[in-house]
């Protein structure tokens, strides 16, 4: 833990929590995936229409959920990620655990990491155990994504991702979200994760953005680890 961590964590807490409530203590791995190379990178938006207003909405994926960042924050070596969950589909949606979290390079090789769940080796304050979570149409869910910049061992080189992935669940299709700039991990080899948490209602509901010009596969290398 660096000094003045506390008085960090608390600086990183209120930026996000302006976009989304907070949630979030078993540490475990998720198996790594590889990104298509010929995928877009995150951001990347549908060729425009005439104008704004006749720009069609993202289509909802066949999964009837979309996962999106909500913006980051850093302070004093730590990073925080907002993610945000919607349930775009027709039929209740049920979450009861943490999302699945998949790190490429500029390549978009997969980084090997451990997914810390609820973060508790990282920092503290983002480990409430999982609870069941059941979304209605257009409701939303929350979670933080979690690391430090942190270099122990000049000898090692250090990590930095460039794009990420975040499944609802083991086995469930993945998004590609913006990490709003580098996952630098120095040469910790772990990342964090809080629990989804079903988000205050009154929070404004951002615009969906315009759905990519193409959707990045992704497979599973054997014996990876993130």
Excluded at 5 to 15: F, N, S
Excluded at 43 to 71: K, M
Excluded at 158 to 183: H, K, M, R, S, Y
Excluded at 185 to 205: C, E, F, Y
Aim: charged share 20%.
């Amino acid at each position: 833990m660096i000094p003045r961590d506390t008085a960090a964590l608390r600086r990183i807490t209120a930026t996000v929590a302006s976009t989304l409530a907070l949630g979030g203590c078993t540490p475990g791995d998720h198996r790594g995936q590889g990104g298509d190379p010929s995928g877009p990178p995150p951001g990347l938006r549908a060729e425009p229409g005439p104008t704004a207003s006749t720009e069609p909405p993202a289509e909802c994926p066949t999964g009837g959920v979309r996962i999106r960042s909500t913006g980051g924050d850093a302070a004093m070596g730590l990073r925080a990620l907002g993610l945000e969950l919607v349930n775009c589909g027709e039929h209740p949606y049920q979450l009861n655990g943490y999302p699945v979290l998949h790190v490429f390079d500029e390549t978009r090789e997969p980084i090997m990491l451990r997914v810390v769940n609820g973060a508790k080796e990282i920092t503290s304050g983002f480990d409430q155990p999982p609870r069941q979570v059941i979304l209605a149409a257009g409701e939303r869910a929350t979670a933080v994504v979690l690391w430090r910049n942190l270099v122990t061992d000049s000898t090692v080189v250090a990590t930095n991702g460039e794009f990420l992935t975040v499944a609802p669940a083991a086995g469930q299709p993945a998004d590609e979200v913006d990490p709003d700039g580098p996952i630098d991990l120095g040469n910790t080899g772990r990342i964090g994760v809080s629990a989804w948490k079903k988000a205050d209602p009154s929070t404004p509901v951002p615009a969906p953005p315009p759905a990519p010009s193409a959707v990045p596969s992704s497979v599973s290398p054997p014996g990876s680890r993130l």
